[in-house]
């Protein structure tokens, strides 16, 4: 068991990992939106919709708090403050550049 839990550790200390790992998510939930069953109108008026909306809005910052910034602020904690920055700054960076490439992908293929 603590093998697996040193593999997620190390796993998350790459910036390219963790910026996919944040694209996987949010892939992930596009697709389940757009290509999942279509919400009944009935729940238009009910208060079920915007509580759901609102779960998933706190549990996708939760998500991605997780995977910007754990282990950052893990290396500040430890005193490491340098790596911690870099870590986080590295993730982001990694995460605009590649949101970047999809979106010029897109409107090169849009053109097409």
Known sequence: MSRCIVIISDMTKNPYINALAALAY?????TALFYGPI????LDNTILLPVLMLSLFVFSAAAMAYVFLYNPL???LEGKKKEGITLFLSTLGA????????LTIALVLSRV
């Open 95 to 102: 995460f605009g550049a590649i949101v970047a490439a999809l």
């Open 26 to 30: 949010i892939a992930a939930i596009i």
């Open 39 to 42: 919400v009944d109108n009935k």
């Open 74 to 76: 893990l290396f500040i």
